[in-house]
């Protein structure tokens, strides 16, 4: 049961043009999410969070927006520059006393130049 | 150290034989977290550390899997009789106090032939 989807498993944009990464979530008690990048042969590398109180978070060309009601939160990255392209994994953390993270399976970001 | 460290970086092993996994988190973090990443899977949750807490062990996937955390730093993840279904990638993360965001090391690959 994958409480974390990610149902894209690779996507290839333009340089300079937007990039928008999504991730679906079940679990109703999740309040936390983050988005990691991951290169190969490293280990994944935090980009960016959001709380549940919030629907939009930015930072530089990196923006998360999270839905509640539907269970769906987006990365954008504009513009899309080839450096970023990686494995993008999101992943979510329940409210309480439990910290880890319930990971996606990402999405292989390709951008062309 | 700057960030967190894992050793080794490869390990190949023949089944049935134990192996051990060691994580170096960022100093002063008191949460230190193992998961792993099978081909073509997301991360998924083994086993967390807070303090002196108790550790969360509800990710372990079998008795075969084991950590420890020595002194409050230094983690082992030993795993027993290694099976072929064992081979992934063994990430651990750690993280400062009362943060939700956790920073990996770059992972130790395991192979079990």
């Known amino acids: 049961d994958q409480q974390v989807k990610q149902n894209s498993p690779s996507l290839s944009v333009q340089e300079g043009r937007i990039s928008i990464l999504n991730c679906d979530y079940t679990?109703?008690?999740?309040?936390?999410f983050l988005w990691y990048k991951k290169y190969p042969a490293e280990g994944p590398t935090f980009l960016i969070s959001i709380s549940s109180i919030k629907d939009k978070n930015e930072d530089g060309r990196f923006t998360v927006f999270l839905n509640k009601s539907a269970k769906h939160l987006s990365l954008h990255i504009v513009p899309s520059q080839p450096g970023d392209s990686a494995v993008y994994f999101c992943?979510?953390?329940?409210?309480?006393?439990?910290?880890?993270?319930?990971f996606g399976s990402g999405t292989q970001l390709t951008v062309l130049p | 150290g700057a960030g967190v460290s894992q050793s080794p970086s490869n390990k190949v092993t023949e089944k049935g034989k134990d192996v051990e996994l060691r994580c170096d988190p960022i100093?002063?973090?008191?949460?230190l977290y193992w998961y792993r990443q099978s081909l073509g899977q997301g991360l998924e949750f083994l086993i967390y550390f807070q303090g002196n807490s108790a550790p969360d062990k509800s990710g372990l996937p079998s008795d075969r899997f084991s950590a420890e955390r020595t002194g409050g730093s230094v983690s082992t993840l030993t795993i027993q009789r290694t099976q072929q279904e064992d081979s992934a990638v063994y990430l651990c993360?750690?993280?400062?106090?009362?943060?939700?965001?956790?920073?990996f090391g770059p992972g130790t690959r395991l192979t079990v032939l």
């Open positions: 993360a750690s993280s400062s106090l009362g943060s939700d965001t956790q920073y």
């Open positions: 100093s002063g973090h008191t949460a």
């Open positions: 679990n109703s008690m999740f309040d936390y």
């Open positions: 992943a979510a953390r329940p409210t309480g006393s439990a910290r880890q993270l319930t």
